[in-house]
């Protein structure tokens, strides 16, 4: 089974995405299994609302483990089974907390081993230095790295805020190239474009 | 550039997942260190088991840019196994001839192309020995009558078994009739015959020049089957070739730096100074050293802080 990557700074929605995507397909039981960096490994059934509740952060550094959930998706006539997979999120210099630290060297590990990349990034914030979720180093470090493989696309997120467009019009400029596709992970926006992107790969 | 298709033995993974753990290495410069280590594990993991052969087309293949002539490198090996594949099972054969003719600027790969090739057909079995001389007009032509036929065959003796890789090769004819350059032409058309089995002859530079040589010495048309031509390359080529440069010394350049680097390369892509790997080169050794600059005398460097290039570290370009 392929395994589907969802990495970015922390705070620009992946694990939002990563459940709604899951729910735009159909899935309304999230089986979530969670490998943390410790290396135990575990899993637990959500409602799409308990888990937005539950995973999605109000602050940055809210996931701490590799948070998979197996979807199907449609290719030709049969179907596709693929690993969706939420990560921690990244920053770009070396973090004071030695667990979020351990996450993101987890975080890094699989990035190595993905078989497909969606690197999520806040439009909305990609001209704001402080936001924890601002364009940064490691952005175009993952960009570089992912580069090198087939599967990789970026994902212009939370469309639906203000400044959101020419966020997006300096990652084209940024980036030319890669396919980058916007979307609104809260509000499933931009989701067909990306569901069509994974087929395309698996 | 030469050292485009060097690399370093890859760096441990575990290893720089560990110094992020530790906080000895920030993400950005944790992810390029993992692009020294060249493709990504489901590739790499293999590595180990590689032959000769396969490496040095992976060398080949991971070559920024170069689309054609990889293409054609890749035809060339096809078309040399088929041969002998051929001849095996006693059917017809077409002689192998493996002169080549390299056109482009200087700086866009022809070296490095050619040392891979080298590698190529001593694993196909082509050539015993596989190295390459580089020489120029100055290795090759003499000052008396008789110093240059030496010379060249001097020249000829220690790439045999290899490339004899001549650079500029349009300048043996000039200077007409009476030069010199004339009699090592001759020289190196005979060692062509004589040691058809064992030496590959590539005859490089600027293709406009090339092209006239070629044109005005029709003898040599034939003898060369396969041209190769080296464009130049385009500016996200350059900046791929510098971070790859950089990422194989552990440096990397920070957001603006590369930036900079970026609108210098423009500027010199304005002024026709494009598509060289060198001037890439030169401006990178040139940021390293003035980063040592700015770093020195300062305590308590954090390895992050060795590694990244800043924006000034590039500011004033590739001049000296
Ligand atoms: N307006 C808007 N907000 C969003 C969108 N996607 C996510 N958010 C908000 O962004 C914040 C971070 O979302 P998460 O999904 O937790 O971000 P993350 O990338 O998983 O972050 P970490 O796991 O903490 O690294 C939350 O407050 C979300 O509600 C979007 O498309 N639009
Ligand atoms: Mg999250």
Do not use: W
Not at chain 1, 27 to 42: A, C, D, K, Q, Y
Not at chain 1, 44 to 50: D, G, Q, R, W
Not at chain 1, 71 to 100: M, Q, Y
Not at chain 2, 231 to 243: G, M, N, S
């Amino acid at each position: 089974m392929k395994e589907c990557l969802i990495v970015g700074k922390t705070h620009a929605g992946k694990t939002m995405f990563a459940l709604n995507f899951a729910h735009y397909l159909g899935v309304t039981n999230l089986e979530i299994t969670f490998r943390h960096p410790s290396g135990l490994v575990g899993s637990k059934t959500y409602s799409i609302s308990a888990a937005r509740r539950e995973l999605v952060g109000a602050a940055p550094h809210t996931t701490r483990a590799l948070q998979s959930i197996t979807l199907d998706l449609p290719v030709g006539k049969g179907s596709k089974r693929c690993l969706f997979t939420d990560t921690s999120g990244l920053v770009d210099h070396i973090h004071a907390d030695v667990e979020i630290r351990r996450a993101i060297a987890q975080t890094l590990g699989a990035i190595r081993e993905a078989d497909l990349i969606l690197h999520l990034i806040d439009a909305a914030a990609v001209g704001l230095q402080d936001a924890p979720s601002a364009l940064g180093e490691v952005d175009y470090q993952v960009a570089q790295f992912a580069q090198m493989r087939t599967g990789y696309a970026m994902l212009a997120n939370k469309m639906d805020l203000p400044g959101a467009s020419v966020g997006l019009a300096r990652l084209r400029q940024e980036f030319p190239g890669h396919t980058i596709l916007p979307i609104s992970a809260l509000y499933k926006r931009g989701f067909r474009e990306v569901k069509a992107f994974v087929q395309r790969y698996l | 550039m030469a050292r485009r298709g060097e690399r370093r033995p890859p760096v441990q993974v575990e290893r720089i997942s560990m110094l992020v753990e530790k906080g000895e290495l920030a993400p950005p410069a944790a992810l390029a260190s993992f692009r020294q280590t060249g493709t990504p594990l489901a590739v790499s993991s293999t590595a180990g088991t590689d032959s000769p052969l396969e490496k040095a087309l992976a060398n080949l293949d991971r070559l920024v840019g170069l689309k054609e002539v990889k293409q054609l490198v890749h035809e060339i090996k096809a078309f040399i196994e088929i041969q002998q594949r051929r001849a095996q099972e006693g059917l017809a054969t077409e002689p192998l001839t493996l002169h080549m003719i390299f056109k482009g600027n200087p700086g866009t790969g022809k070296t490095t192309v050619a040392r891979i090739l080298g590698c190529i057909f001593k694993e196909l079995g082509v050539l015993s020995k596989g190295h390459l001389v580089e020489v120029e007009r100055a290795d090759l032509v003499g000052e008396y009558i008789g110093h240059t036929a030496q010379k060249t065959r001097e020249q000829i003796r220690k790439a045999l078994g290899g490339i004899l890789f001549v650079d500029e090769a349009y300048s043996l004819a000039r200077g007409g009739e009476k030069d010199f350059g004339k009699e090592s032409i001759d020289c190196l058309v005979k060692a062509m015959e004589d040691h058809r089995d064992d030496l590959v002859l590539i005859l490089a530079g600027y293709r406009e020049e090339m092209d006239y040589f070629l044109q005005t010495n029709p003898g040599l048309r034939s003898r060369f089957p396969i041209r190769i031509d080296f464009p130049d390359y385009t500016l996200d080529e350059l900046l791929e070739i510098a971070q790859i440069f950089l990422a194989e010394r552990d440096y990397y350049l920070s957001v603006s730096a590369r930036e900079e680097l970026m609108r210098q390369l423009q500027v010199a892509h304005n002024l026709r100074h494009s598509g060289n790997a060198r001037l890439v080169r030169n401006i990178i050794e040139r940021a390293i050293r003035r980063q040592a600059v700015r770093l020195s005398g300062q305590k308590n460097l954090s390895r992050d802080q060795l590694m990244i290039i800043e924006r000034v570290d590039l500011e004033g370009g590739a001049a000296a």
